[in-house]
């Protein structure tokens, strides 16, 4: 459990570091982009892109795009 738990971890940072010293509106990414950037990042993970695309969107909205 606890690999599992630090791999999430590590997509949410990932995820995050789109923000990281700015305004979530200053992002000129749209959510699909980070997805596609966390699948390539973490080697075509399916399971990666799922759950990045579900953090980003619980954590700014189902209509959040620049």
Same mark, same amino acid.
């Given at each position: 459990?606890g690999?599992?738990k630090n791999y999430m971890m &590590?997509?949410?940072?990932?995820? =995050? %570091?789109?923000?990281? %010293?700015? =305004?979530i509106? =200053? #992002? &000129?990414?749209?959510? &699909?982009?980070? #997805?596609?950037d966390v699948?390539?990042y973490?080697?075509?993970d399916?399971m ?9 969107t619980?954590?700014f909205g189902e209509d959040? &795009?620049?």
């Open positions: 459990m690999k599992m &590590d997509i949410e940072e990932f995820c =995050d %570091g789109y923000f990281y %010293g700015g =305004d509106y =200053d #992002v &000129d990414f749209t959510i &699909d982009e980070m #997805v596609e699948g390539m973490f080697k075509h399916t990666a892109k799922t759950y990045a695309k579900t953090y980003l619980k954590r959040y &795009d620049i």
